[in-house]
């Protein structure tokens, strides 16, 4: 062989390796942004005119101070006195309705009797990142009556950047109990959650400390579910709050759309519906929507799928009766989503005050399921650029 030969083969070898160097280096670097930009997403709420004050969590446990974490608390108060609701989203930040809904209270509430407080990421280190290996978009649009409201997607778990390892095997405090080594990270495995724990524990911890110290009586976890799991379109009721959430789904079964209630185990710990009411005073409730997006089954996973809930593979298990909810060409669009969660928690403020009348809770401005079906999530939501001075804040 010439020399020639071998030279020009040992170039292209060279140049063979320098291109896939930069197709690899420019891969890295746009994968990069994307994740930088997924995680800074910065998202505008418009305050409520019923909107008091605005808090921070480390306000009540200083142990999460500067972290992720520490995240927006939203405070309403009543005009008249009487009991103290807190609704909580984003506890699973790949439930997008749960999020939602809280949302359309921050921007509209205004409350009557009583006081209300609500959270839009309790976990907010899971809205920085998706699924691994989920095919999740990072992020997904609300068209509104002024343009439209970019909002982050996220993942059950908190980011592996701000809490890792996870162990072998994950023991729930102070239960013993033993769980999949991931939910570590989850913020519904850690209640009630410890000062000198993980972050995600001491993110549970601080928010025990917010329920204990502002005397919370009614606190409501919003969640949405796959068509497959069998705790879906239902209130998950702490022992406390058996009569609260069977009078609730009395009277929207009845007049509104079906849910149904379920008795938190006794024994199964680490979720919000058993540890909030074992380790305060307040009544706990968890609230499950259908979302066809996080079925195993699913298609394509896409923006358009998320929000309209639309999916042949989940309607095909349908046929096969592998489904614990309904699903037809309909799907079931985010409207119908955070519509169910509007009315569900603006329900239990009005079921509450039917049993406690010394203690009401009322609520305006926020749209109940079929005004929130007919114009749209959207309408509700407020353009930041025409807010008054002041009253925007970024999540």
Same mark, same amino acid.
């Not at 020639?4 to 170039?11: F, P, W």
């Not at 005073?281 to 996973?301: M, N, Q, V, W, Y």
């Given at each position: 062989?010439?020399?020639? @030969?071998?030279?020009?083969?040992?170039?292209?070898?060279? /140049?063979?390796?320098? /291109?896939?160097?930069?197709?690899?280096?420019?891969?890295?670097?746009?994968?990069?942004?994307?994740?930088?930009?997924?995680?800074?997403?910065? $998202?505008? /709420?418009?305050?409520?005119?019923?909107?008091?004050?605005?808090?921070?969590?480390?306000?009540?446990?200083?142990?999460?101070?500067?972290?992720?974490?520490?995240?927006?608390?939203?405070?309403?108060?009543?005009?008249?006195?009487?009991?103290?609701?807190?609704?909580?989203?984003?506890?699973?930040?790949?439930?997008?309705?749960?999020?939602?809904?809280?949302?359309?209270?921050?921007?509209?509430? &205004?409350?009557?009797?009583?006081?209300?407080?609500?959270?839009?990421?309790?976990?907010?280190?899971?809205?920085?990142?998706?699924? =691994?290996?989920?095919?999740?978009?990072?992020?997904?649009?609300?068209?509104?009556?002024?343009?439209?409201?970019?909002?982050?997607?996220?993942?059950?778990?908190?980011?592996?950047?701000?809490?890792? !390892?996870?162990?072998?095997?994950?023991?729930?405090?102070?239960?013993?109990?033993?769980?999949?080594?991931?939910?570590?990270?989850? =913020?519904?495995?850690?209640?009630?959650?410890?000062?000198?724990?993980?972050?995600?524990?001491?993110?549970?911890?601080?928010?025990?400390?917010?329920?204990?110290?502002?005397?919370?009586?009614?606190?409501?976890?919003?969640?949405?579910?796959?068509?497959?799991?069998?705790?879906?379109?239902?209130?998950?009721?702490?022992?406390?709050? $058996?009569?609260?959430?069977?009078?609730?789904?009395?009277? =929207?079964?009845?007049?509104?759309?079906?849910?149904?209630?379920?008795? @938190?185990?006794?024994?199964?710990?680490?979720?919000?519906?058993?540890?909030?009411?074992?380790?305060?005073?307040?009544?706990?409730?968890?609230?499950?929507?259908?979302?066809?997006?996080?079925?195993?089954?699913?298609?394509?996973?896409?923006?358009?799928?998320?929000?309209?809930?639309?999916?042949?593979? &989940?309607?095909?298990?349908?046929?096969?009766?592998?489904?614990?909810?309904?699903?037809?060409?309909?799907?079931?669009?985010?409207?119908?989503?955070?519509?169910?969660?509007?009315?569900?928690?603006?329900?239990?403020?009005?079921?509450?005050?039917?049993?406690?009348?010394?203690?009401?809770?009322?609520?305006?401005?926020? !749209?109940?399921?079929? $005004?929130?079906?007919?114009?749209?999530?959207?309408?509700?939501?407020?353009?930041?650029?025409?807010?008054?001075?002041?009253?925007?804040?970024?999540?």
């Amino acid at each position: 062989m010439r020399a020639g @030969s071998g030279n020009r083969g040992g170039r292209a070898l060279l /140049v063979r390796k320098l /291109v896939l160097g930069g197709l690899g280096l420019l891969l890295l670097v746009t994968s990069g942004a994307s994740f930088y930009r997924h995680r800074h997403l910065q $998202e505008a /709420v418009v305050l409520s005119p019923g909107v008091a004050e605005v808090k921070k969590l480390s306000e009540y446990f200083d142990g999460i101070r500067g972290t992720i974490n520490d995240c927006n608390l939203y405070f309403f108060e009543g005009e008249e006195p009487g009991a103290t609701v807190l609704v909580m989203g984003g506890t699973h930040p790949e439930e997008p309705a749960a999020r939602l809904a809280a949302w359309l209270f921050a921007e509209n509430a &205004v409350m009557e009797h009583g006081r209300l407080i609500v959270v839009l990421s309790s976990n907010r280190s899971g809205t920085t990142v998706t699924r =691994l290996g989920g095919a999740y978009p990072a992020n997904f649009t609300i068209p509104t009556d002024w343009g439209q409201q970019t909002f982050r997607m996220g993942d059950r778990w908190s980011n592996p950047l701000d809490q890792w !390892p996870d162990p072998e095997v994950y023991i729930h405090y102070p239960s013993g109990q033993y769980l999949a080594y991931v939910d570590i990270r989850n =913020l519904n495995r850690t209640w009630p959650g410890r000062p000198d724990g993980t972050l995600t524990e001491r993110t549970t911890y601080a928010f025990m400390e917010l329920i204990r110290q502002e005397d919370v009586d009614i606190f409501i976890d919003l969640h949405e579910a796959e068509l497959q799991y069998p705790v879906i379109s239902t209130i998950v009721a702490h022992d406390r709050g $058996e009569e609260l959430a069977t009078f609730v789904s009395m009277m =929207l079964s009845d007049e509104e759309f079906n849910i149904g209630m379920e008795y @938190s185990p006794q024994n199964l710990h680490g979720l919000s519906h058993r540890e909030v009411g074992d380790y305060s005073d307040a009544i706990s409730l968890l609230f499950e929507a259908p979302e066809p997006f996080l079925d195993a089954t699913r298609g394509k996973t896409t923006r358009e799928q998320l929000l309209t809930g639309v999916d042949e593979f &989940v309607m095909k298990a349908g046929e096969h009766g592998l489904l614990f909810e309904r699903i037809d060409e309909g799907g079931w669009p985010i409207d119908v989503r955070v519509g169910r969660h509007t009315s569900t928690v603006l329900q239990t403020m009005e079921s509450w005050t039917i049993l406690n009348p010394d203690r009401p809770l009322s609520c305006r401005g926020v !749209p109940r399921y079929a $005004e929130v079906i007919e114009r749209g999530l959207g309408h509700w939501l407020h353009d930041p650029s025409k807010a008054a001075p002041g009253r925007v804040v970024t999540e």
